[in-house]
């Protein structure tokens, strides 16, 4: 279940429709859970990558990298 919520953070930090964002969101999402998992309890540190997304798309809601769409 954890991997599923990560991949879905992954998707709409990262953008739909862009690689590059998505490469972007997955070292986002991984670095900072690692990062948090290493320094808090797992289950808020998956509470803080959440907020975190939730901050990301308020910021840019396109995703990372939005580029020309096709």
Sequence with gaps: MN?????????IVGG??????L???????GGLTSILNYQ???SLAQAIVLLAAIVA???????LFNGASR
């Design 23 to 29: 490469v972007a969101g997955s070292v986002f999402v």
């Design 57 to 63: 798309v308020r910021l840019r809601p396109n995703g």
């Design 3 to 11: 991997y599923l919520a990560n991949a879905f953070f992954v998707v």
């Design 16 to 21: 739909v429709g862009s690689i590059g964002g």
């Design 40 to 42: 808090i309890s797992p």
